[in-house]
Nanobody, 115 residues
Framework: QVELVESGGGLVQAGGSLRLSCAASGSIFSIVAMGWYRQAPGKQRDVIAVITSGGKPTYRDSVKGRFTISRDNAKNTMYLQMNSLQPEDTAVYYC?????????WGQGTQVTVSS
């Protein structure tokens, strides 16, 4: 079973930046596509960025041009650089396998953007 630990969230003003990290245990990390998901209050959890095992990224339109997903397979770690943050980005952010998330989720990391 892969353990996922998200970190790096916090409170930031609109226009600010944060860098999230996702540390994963297990050797499977390096061979699967991974994704960043977020869940705002009262809303469902949605994927916002995906990166293949080889490093090719794709983004939801709402974050395209502002967020950058990356990974370091040697460190079993994935990142999400978030720039130009807006209040609508406020959510709990999670990482998991892309397309077919594992049934277990980490605790997530809270991102709050004030206007």
């Amino acid at each position: 079973q892969v353990e996922l630990v998200e970190s790096g969230g916090g409170l930031v003003q609109a226009g600010g930046s944060l860098r999230l990290s996702c540390a994963a245990s297990g050797s499977i990390f390096s061979i699967v596509a991974m994704g960043w998901y977020r869940q705002a209050p009262g809303k469902q959890r949605d994927v916002i960025a995906v990166i293949t095992s080889g490093g090719k990224p794709t983004y939801r339109d709402s974050v395209k041009g502002r967020f950058t997903i990356s990974r370091d397979n040697a460190k079993n770690t994935m990142y999400l650089q978030m720039n130009s943050l807006q209040p609508e980005d406020t959510a709990v952010y999670y990482c998991n396998r892309a397309y077919e998330p594992w049934g277990y989720w980490g605790q997530g990391t809270q991102v709050t953007v004030s206007s």
